[in-house]
């Protein structure tokens, strides 16, 4: 089962297509509208905020971060694709800890009008997740390992820029929403294991105190941006199918005069 990742090069975007043992991987980011592509802009300040605004902050007791785990193969190799847009059409965050958070238990997160789903879990299933206003929850215990899963329901190509604990999972640097992610294919799974250590494994995800957590333990990362997990989404170009190009409209000198009431859209 094969896994894509999109990765910056000397200004040049590569993307990687990644062989991981026990995962599946790529799927398809749909073409928004420029005006959603810009509107991610007001999003992204948005979504800073969501933190801060949480009424469920977890004591100090509760608190969790992600170390540096076990060694998972996965192979690389590189794909050419690229971006529609230099800004990101979707994001969301997810604040885990060891607490009984309140709010409406879900299966899983709707991403892109339910176009992407995301969803963590252990060898033992899905982990508990909970939506609570706009703020979303996940109960994790110390010790415990888990994988990020993304599952596309559309025929499109995204590609998905992870962080976690502030950390870009694919290189381990400071995490940014520019950053290069994994690709996403139409109709597929795409399952992130852990931080990537080398073109042909990655570290795993495991749950731990914060003083253990690999933010807190490596120059690019810091113990106060743990127990956080961001998503940022892409729509990439699939080489498969010609770039749309929009026609210019023609003028209409009655506009109102289209005929009988059209279905809905």
């Known amino acids: 089962m094969d896994m894509i990742l999109h990765k910056k090069q000397s200004g040049a975007a590569i993307l990687l297509l990644a062989l991981l043992t026990g995962c599946s991987s790529s799927p398809t980011m749909q073409k928004e509208t420029a005006e959603v592509a810009q509107s991610t802009q007001t999003q992204a300040k948005q979504a800073d905020s969501i933190q801060a605004e949480s009424v469920q902050n977890a004591a100090e007791s509760e608190r969790l971060g992600t170390q540096w785990g076990d060694d998972v193969d996965s192979v690389v190799t590189t794909v050419d694709l690229s971006r529609v847009s230099d800004e990101p059409i979707a994001q969301m965050q997810v604040s885990y800890a060891d607490k009984n958070y309140k709010g409406r238990a879900v299966n899983s997160m709707s991403l892109l009008a339910g176009k992407v789903e995301f969803s963590a879990a252990t060898d033992n299933g899905k982990l508990p997740l909970y939506r609570d206003g706009s703020n979303y929850y ?128």
């Open 138 to 265: 996940l109960q994790g215990k110390a010790g415990q390992a888990y994988r990020l899963v993304y599952h596309n329901n559309s025929a499109n190509t995204y590609e998905i820029v992870a962080s976690v604990d502030g950390l870009n999972v694919v290189d381990g640097s400071t995490a940014s929403r520019y950053d290069g992610g994994y690709v996403l294919r139409p109709n597929d799974e795409l399952v992130i294991e852990g931080f990537r250590k080398s073109d042909s494994a990655v570290a795993s995800f495991i749950f731990s105190k914060p003083g253990n957590a690999y933010a807190a333990n490596t120059d690019s990362g810091s113990i106060e941006n743990t127990g956080i997990i961001g998503t940022v989404i892409y729509e990439l170009y699939d080489p498969a199918k010609p770039k749309y190009k929009p026609q210019p409209k023609q003028p209409q000198a009655y506009p109102a005069d289209n005929g009988y009431a059209q279905p809905p859209k």
